[in-house]
């Protein structure tokens, strides 16, 4: 059974920083393409960043020079390090995988606010 659990969203401010992780498990995590997606209310949801099973990285525009996605495999798990956020930031953020199919965690909010 595939889990994906995604944790460290929360409250911040802007000019903060916030690091998300996600945990896998029941599926061959380095084989796996790793990514995160976004969902802000009324929005339709957008891919924020991904990383192959060769440790490449591709970025959303909104993102790039901010953001960081990483992933270590010893550990199962996903990393997204969010830095410089802005009020548009705010979403729920997802974990997926794509591994002889697509799978996604339940998400988890991140709020940037003053």
């Known amino acids: 059974q595939v889990q994906l659990v995604e944790s460290g969203g929360g409250l911040v401010q802007p000019g903060g920083s916030l690091r998300l992780s996600c945990a896998a498990s029941g599926f061959t995590f380095s084989r796996a393409v790793m990514s995160w997606y976004r969902q802000a209310p009324g929005k339709e949801r957008e891919l924020v960043a991904l990383?192959?099973?060769?440790?490449?990285?591709n970025l959303g525009d909104s993102v790039k020079g901010r953001f960081t996605i990483s992933r270590d495999n010893a550990k199962n798990t996903v990393y997204l390090q969010m830095n410089g956020l802005k009020p548009e930031d705010t979403a729920v953020y997802f974990c997926s995988a794509l591994s002889l199919g697509r799978y996604w965690g339940q998400g988890t909010q991140v709020t940037v606010s003053s």
């Open positions: 990383i192959t099973t060769s440790m490449g990285t």
